[in-house]
Every structure is written in C-alpha cells, then in structure tokens.
C-alpha cells in the first residue's frame, strides 16, 4: 500500500503531473449505474449532512417504502439509459428502522430479473443475518459509505460510529457480496483527512467508490458549507483516491455538478470510471443523455 507521505506529497505537485499519473490506472470505459429512492425522510441518525435526518426541520418530501413494482419499472428505466447496475436506496440506520427488509429482498429478486442489469442496495447498517439474507437473495453489490475519515468521524454524526460503518462493509464482503463505498467531500476536512481516507479505503478494497461533493441543504448544521472545497481540490482527492485505489472503479455521484463541464470531463480521463446516472436522493442529477454524449465524445466505451 502506498504510504500517507507519498500521498501528501503527491496530492500537492502540480495537478496535470497527477492527474497524468492517476491517468495510468484508468481503462478507456466508463460503468453507468441508477438508483430510486425507496424510502425517503425520518431517519434516526444525526448526519450533519443530510436532508433526511429527523434531528432537522428541512423542506423534503417524506413518504414511507415504495412498492415492488414501483421498483421495478424504475429498473428497466435505468436499463433504458445505459444502466448496468439499479440500487434500491432507503433512509434509516438499518434496514429495519422502517420494518421493510423482507420486501427489500422482494425487491432485489425482481431487479435480478431484468436481464443485463445488477442488484444493489443501500439500506444502512447491517448485522451478520441481514447480510447473510441479502447475499442469498442474490444481491450482486451492497452500497455503504465511510462518508468521511475515522477521525473526523465525529464531526459529522454522533448517533452512530465511524466503525459501525467499517463494520458493516466486512460483513459485505464476508457473505461474498461486492462493495461499494466511498465518502463525501467538503464537509471541513482537511487534506491530510482526504488522504486518510483515500488510504482508509485501500484497507477496505471496494469494488466501487462513489465520489459525493456536499450540497449544502438549508435547515441542516451545514447549510453554509458551500466554500469548503474548490474544483482544483476535488481533482486532487480524486487523483490520490484512484492511486490509492488502482482497482476500484471511481464513481461520480451527488454534487459532481459543482465542478465544471470541462473538470468532469478531465476526470473521467484520468481518474473517474463509473457515474451514477440521473437524480440522487434529494438532489438534482444531470440528464442521463448528456452523459451519453459527454462519454461518447470523449472516445470512451459504455460498459
């Protein structure tokens, strides 16, 4: 594994002479993935981030578990727009805050039905039967979130721990499932916490790595974090995330919009090989067709 120095050292030269090296680890392919947001609001736990927190009085629409069908026509949807994998995606701690996980497992069936398209789920932290569960409805990848590094865990949530998260990601692996976990940038962290966990996320060994930029959402502790990482910074951790990581396909999902047309496309040349297409939870994505056509013009293959 790459040592923190080098990293540091790295993620501070001049961002073409890195973006060139992240460059050498990327094929000429990107992976298109979707999502629906199966269960939305109420959620228990306190992350200062997020529009779905009970602890906060924000404007999103609450509405409980979505029907098996409902997911259904949402899958073959993303398999219209070049989607090879379809996430179910719900609020809560656990998968069973809202007492749902059997019909999540309906869920994940019916999604397995749909030729060329793979299972995932981000229904929150596991115990050892709900994974086992999920591996043998045949759930192909579990979706979990470090979200931000081991010491400024803290910072973000207090209703449950940085471990816990840790935690469940083994447990994924354990049963044979594939991971997909990353973090989200510019909550206040700083470059030597960017490349903790670049370097935390090398221990873990994801598949996937989705990549978020915080959207500050009004009513919540970081509403005003608008300004805590710029374009430049966000290529940075993006470059040193994927020398971390030779064999993990990055993914831009929520926020990449903050950067320019021109830096997304940079990227997915030298760093990126995986979008989340559409919208996200509580945010606007882009229009699946103009990633198309940014990856097709970019001389690159859908996967």
Known sequence: ???????LRLYNIELDE????????VKNEVEFCSLINARNGKCSQNCKYCAQS?????????????????VRKSALDAKKNRASRFAIVTSGKTPDEG??????????????KIEGLKSCAS??????EQAKQLADAGLRRFHHNINTAKSYYPEICTTHSWEERFNTCKLVKKYGMELCCGVIL?????VEQRVEMALELAEIQPDSIPINILMPIPQTPFENY???????????????????NPDSVLRFCGGRMKLSEENQRKALKTCVEGIMVGNYLTTIGKAPEEDIKAVEELGLKIL
Do not use: W
């Not at 594994?1 to 990293?7: A, K």
């Not at 007492?99 to 397995?112: A, T, V, Y």
């Not at 229904?123 to 050892?128: C, D, H, K, V």
């Open 1 to 7: 594994m790459i040592s923190r120095e080098e990293l």
């Open 18 to 25: 890195l973006l060139k090296i992240s460059s050498e680890y």
């Open 54 to 70: 009970s602890h906060y009085c924000t404007d999103i629409d609450v509405f409980p578990l979505v029907s098996v069908e409902e």
């Open 99 to 112: 007492r749902d996980f059997q019909i999540e497992l309906e869920m994940i069936k019916e999604i397995n």
């Open 123 to 128: 229904i929150g932290i596991l115990n050892e």
């Open 186 to 190: 510019g909550m206040g962290e700083t």
């Open 226 to 244: 608008s300004d805590k990482i710029d374009e430049e910074n966000v290529l940075r951790t993006l470059a040193i995330f994927k020398i971390a």
